[in-house]
């Protein structure tokens, strides 16, 4: 597939065992340039893991993981200098500033303090002046978070980075990671905040139990969901409930009826509502949110 040839990541049946424990059974996708990747699942579910062997820390027990071509684990040194990566709980040296630690960072990954470096510790609004031990959680993200976007890397890898941060910071990071979209780079995002990651990824991976169990855009997915309608019309619509993929029809005090319907039932249902003089209608796609909780509260996802 000429596709998979463009993927700057691109993982197939990756698996990784902790002693007896299957931590990763089958991990499988790929990512593009210029792709924002949504990674989300469960605690536990494999989202970490899969990130540490990505960047070479965790040796696979099985399956492969190439980014740009190369090995993850047999090329990390190569492959490292063109990778930005984020971690949940950032760890920094408790004695050093905030700035000298952005700059040791920029110095490990080959670059250096740059304009750029500025106007991202501006536009996080972070004193760089003050040691690493007097900061905050969202404070110890932001050096982190201002290192990695000062680098000029391909493929940027963020594990819940934005744990932390309030709401304005919040959408100085999105902001920032959609400019490393239209650069053409490839970003990873894990991340618990599904409203974020509606927001931001192009395509998104969900991770249950070490193995990916949907991978596709919101709207790839929206086909397994439903969704809900509410309506009035002028004619008596008694046969609604007997359609295919019609669920939970109740009529509300208001005159209204609520009702769901299958994602790829729609289109009869519709012709059928229409035929009985529509007054009004109302209709409210899935959310991921939606999506998530059929795959965390139930078994249909195995
Ligand atoms: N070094 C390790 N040794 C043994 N088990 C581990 C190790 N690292 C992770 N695990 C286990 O592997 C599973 C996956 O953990 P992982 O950290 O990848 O989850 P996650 O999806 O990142 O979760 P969270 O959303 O909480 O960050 C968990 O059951 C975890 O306990
Ligand atoms: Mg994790």
């Given at each position: 597939?000429?596709q998979?040839k463009?993927?700057?990541?691109?993982?197939?049946?990756?698996?990784k065992?902790?002693?007896?424990?299957?931590?990763?059974?089958?991990?499988?996708?790929?990512?593009?340039?210029?792709?924002?990747?949504?990674?989300?699942?469960?605690?536990?579910?494999?989202?970490?893991?899969?990130?540490?062997?990505?960047?070479?820390?965790l040796?696979?027990?099985?399956?492969?993981?190439?980014?740009?071509?190369?090995?993850?684990?047999?090329?990390?040194?190569?492959?490292?200098?063109?990778?930005?990566?984020?971690?949940?709980?950032?760890?920094?040296?408790?004695?050093?500033?905030?700035?000298?630690?952005?700059?040791?960072?920029?110095?490990?990954?080959?670059?250096?303090h740059?304009?750029?470096?500025?106007?991202?510790?501006?536009?996080?609004?972070?004193?760089?002046?003050?040691?690493?031990?007097?900061?905050?959680?969202?404070?110890?993200?932001?050096?982190?978070?201002?290192?990695?976007?000062s680098t000029?890397?391909?493929?940027?890898?963020?594990?819940?980075?934005?744990?932390?941060?309030?709401?304005?910071?919040?959408?100085?990071?999105?902001?920032?990671?959609?400019?490393?979209?239209?650069?053409?780079?490839?970003?990873?995002?894990?991340?618990?905040?599904?409203?974020?990651?509606?927001?931001?990824?192009?395509?998104?991976?969900?991770?249950?139990?070490?193995?990916?169990?949907?991978?596709?855009?919101?709207?790839?997915?929206?086909h397994?969901?439903?969704t809900?309608?509410?309506?009035?019309?002028?004619?008596p619509?008694?046969?609604?409930?007997?359609?295919?993929?019609?669920?939970?029809?109740?009529?509300?005090?208001?005159?209204?009826?609520?009702?769901?319907?299958?994602?790829?039932?729609?289109?009869?249902?519709?012709?059928?509502?229409?035929?009985?003089?529509?007054?009004?209608?109302?209709?409210?796609?899935?959310?991921?949110?939606?999506?998530?909780?059929?795959?965390?509260?139930?078994?249909?996802?195995?």
């Amino acid at each position: 597939m000429t596709q998979e040839k463009n993927a700057i990541l691109h993982i197939d049946h990756l698996q990784k065992r902790f002693g007896k424990f299957q931590a990763l059974k089958n991990v499988t996708f790929d990512v593009y340039p210029g792709e924002v990747f949504g990674f989300i699942g469960p605690n536990g579910a494999g989202k970490s893991t899969t990130i540490r062997t990505l960047l070479g820390i965790l040796r696979a027990s099985g399956g492969t993981a190439t980014l740009f071509g190369k090995d993850v684990y047999k090329d990390s040194v190569s492959i490292h200098k063109k990778l930005a990566y984020v971690p949940g709980d950032v760890y920094l040296w408790p004695n050093l500033t905030g700035g000298e630690i952005i700059d040791l960072f920029l110095k490990l990954g080959n670059t250096k303090h740059s304009a750029r470096t500025d106007e991202m510790i501006k536009r996080f609004q972070l004193d760089t002046t003050k040691k690493a031990r007097t900061y905050s959680k969202g404070n110890r993200q932001k050096v982190a978070l201002v290192a990695a976007f000062s680098t000029d890397a391909d493929f940027y890898i963020f594990d819940e980075p934005t744990s932390g941060l309030d709401p304005l910071n919040e959408e100085i990071f999105q902001k920032s990671v959609l400019e490393l979209k239209e650069a053409g780079k490839a970003v990873l995002l894990s991340s618990h905040i599904l409203s974020e990651v509606e927001k931001m990824c192009d395509r998104i991976g969900i991770i249950r139990d070490g193995v990916i169990v949907e991978t596709g855009s919101l709207s790839d997915m929206r086909h397994l969901t439903r969704t809900v309608i509410q309506y009035q019309t002028i004619n008596p619509t008694t046969e609604l409930k007997d359609f295919k993929g019609v669920h939970n029809v109740t009529l509300e005090t208001d005159g209204l009826t609520t009702f769901s319907v299958d994602s790829d039932q729609i289109s009869p249902v519709m012709d059928y509502l229409s035929s009985k003089k529509i007054v009004s209608l109302q209709s409210t796609p899935p959310t991921l949110e939606d999506l998530f909780m059929r795959y965390y509260n139930s078994d249909e996802g195995r």
